[in-house]
């Protein structure tokens, strides 16, 4: 897995998965946000792509990106990743309820 | 204890104890103004939820992406048994309406424990591979991103 942590370890490339986490997207739709020549974008996507972690295909000119989730599940399974939703969203309940109750007990109810 | 079995490759059960009134902890998880303030995994945030509450009746909500894109989630309630069990699910809309995309039901068990606290148990209960897989390839799409926080931040830890 050291390849994908490498890849994610910059910010750019960070940005680029997250993007591709919402929908597949072109090179320049991807590119858009970044102020870089295109040529060093471009190899950005390229070690993304040399590690798996998202995948293109090439339709005419246009080249999509993709998520290619099968990396990122190697290193979280699923019902792991399930688990630590509903344990932050019962950390969030316990710690709401508890607001309530201080506030409750100021109010004197 | 919980009333039924779960499959453990498939389901998640979490127990809490916490010291409110099982009244408090039945009201945060049934009425919208308190759910928005928990329900959602921070940094994404819960934007609206309707809820009716009744067998058969809404549990819908929109969740919000850190970015402000909108993610609605369509459910229905189950059962409903003030301060003692809720039950609710995405594999049915309102009216019981079969969904296009079933992932999970959810069993809230709530009883009191010992003087003024309340322990409360939330079962997720998952369907087969084949919906799994399904969810997970959506899951990524509308960005839950939970895996990936982590990976990125594993790996800001292995860049210091």
């Known amino acids: 897995m050291d390849d994908v942590f490498r890849a994610l370890a910059d910010p750019t490339r960070r940005r680029v998965v997250e993007a591709l986490c919402q929908q597949p997207a072109s090179v320049s739709e991807l590119a858009a946000p970044f102020k870089m020549a295109l040529s060093s974008f471009v190899e950005h996507l390229k070690v993304l792509e040399g ?4 995948s293109s295909t090439k339709t005419g000119r246009v080249r999509t990106y993709r ?3 099968g990396r990122l599940r190697e290193a979280e399974d699923w019902l792991g990743q399930q688990r630590r939703i509903w344990e932050q969203r019962l950390d969030q309940l316990d710690a709401y309820l508890m607001k309530l109750k201080a506030a409750q007990k100021e109010s004197g109810t | 204890m919980s009333a039924f079995e779960i499959d453990p490759k498939l389901d998640l059960r979490l127990e809490r104890v916490v010291d409110v009134e099982p009244a408090l902890v039945w009201a945060c998880w049934t009425q919208p103004e308190h759910i928005v303030k928990w329900f959602t995994p921070s940094p994404w945030r819960t934007k609206s ?5 009744r067998p058969g009746g809404r549990f819908n909500s929109v969740m919000l992406s850190p970015e402000g894109q909108e993610f609605p989630n369509l459910g229905c309630l189950l059962e409903v048994v003030p301060q003692r069990r809720l039950v609710f699910t995405d594999t049915l809309l309102e009216g019981f309406r079969p969904s296009g995309k079933p992932f999970f039901s959810a069993v809230v068990e709530i009883e009191p424990e010992g003087a003024g606290a309340t322990r409360y148990i939330a079962t997720a209960i998952h369907g087969s591979e084949e919906s799994r897989q399904q969810h997970e ?8 991103g939970a895996a990936l926080d982590q990976l990125v931040a594993l790996a800001r830890t292995l860049s210091a």
């Open chain 2, 49 to 53: 939820v309707e809820i009716d509450l």
């Open chain 1, 67 to 69: 998520l290619a989730p």
């Open chain 1, 51 to 54: 590690c798996g972690l998202v």
């Open chain 2, 137 to 144: 390839a959506m899951g990524f799409h509308n960005g839950w």
